[in-house]
């Protein structure tokens, strides 16, 4: 093979290469904003919830947990314990709340929650509705952070802040640095377990929530003025949600079972 035909061969040879990176990368790009895509899409609408009917909606956080206790990133990925103090707390919720008449009884699929309205219900002077538990009510999955110490998370990121790893309510775009779901795909969630919950329901129900402080962001987001100086939800407070034919109301929040008072 002459100089010429050497030098045209290795020429083609580069240009294919080229032709076959510059595909590869496109795939690789195209492929990361259709992922994205979707997974931003994938949140359902904040929309009226369609029931013509009246609802009482007792929200009350799980009782205090081992990673409460010891400051740990402990979401949907960890099976927290209550601690001894949870359960004594969650005991005085169930006793703020004994009289009411339960129609229905709904948790996350973790222990936590399922523990503590067993608690609340032992408690109650009427008849014991079946628990349901839904993943919809799930807690937030905090990614890379799951099971960290908080210290440990400030190590790695020293200005970080709640906003900084899952963005606002409003953000549907946000991506999380530790690749945990952001706040606005969670107030989507919990609105649409709202809306289940609400559509299984019959009218006048009493219904008796039990989940996890991200559910705060959804409150944030339905609710900005009456949440100004809210930071979340304590361990086994008590939110109350009224429910009247397509509209909901934040009747109170954050009431710990010394201060509740059934209305």
């Not at 010429?4 to 790009?29: D, E, P, Q, R």
């Not at 952070?145 to 802040?161: H, L, N």
């Not at 409003?170 to 606005?184: E, G, H």
């Not at 969670?186 to 559509?199: D, G, S």
Request: net charge negative; charged share 25%.
């Amino acid at each position: 093979m002459d100089s010429n035909k050497k030098k045209g061969y290795k020429s083609s040879t580069i240009v294919l290469f080229i032709v076959v990176c510059i595909v590869f990368v496109s795939a690789i790009c195209f492929t990361f904003l259709y992922v994205r895509d979707y997974r931003v899409n994938d949140a359902i609408d904040i929309s009226r919830i369609n029931e013509d009917k009246h609802i009482n909606i007792y929200f009350v956080r799980h009782g205090k947990t081992d990673a409460n206790a010891n400051n740990i990133y402990a979401g949907s990925g960890t099976d927290a314990k209550l601690t001894t103090e949870g359960i004594n707390s969650t005991k005085k919720t169930g006793n703020a709340l004994k009289s009411i008449s339960f129609d229905k009884v709904y948790t996350s699929e973790l222990s936590r929650t399922i523990d503590t309205a067993n608690i609340i219900l032992e408690e109650n002077i009427n008849g014991l509705p079946r628990l349901e538990a839904m993943n919809l009510l799930n807690d937030i999955n905090w990614g890379d952070i799951e099971g960290k110490p908080q210290a440990e998370v400030a190590k790695m990121f020293p200005q970080y802040d709640e906003e900084f790893l899952v963005g606002n309510v409003n953000d549907k775009s946000f991506n999380s640095p530790v690749y945990a779901p952001n706040k606005n795909k969670m107030v989507n969630q919990f609105y649409k377990a709202l809306k289940e919950i609400c559509k299984n329901s019959p009218d006048g129900a009493n219904v008796l929530v039990v989940g996890h402080s991200s559910f705060v962001w959804l409150l944030d987001s339905l609710f900005p003025e009456q949440m100004k100086g809210i930071e979340g939800l304590n361990n086994s407070s008590i939110t109350l949600l009224e429910y009247d034919k397509g509209n909901l109301t934040l009747k109170q929040v954050n009431m710990d079972a010394d201060n509740y008072s059934v209305n």
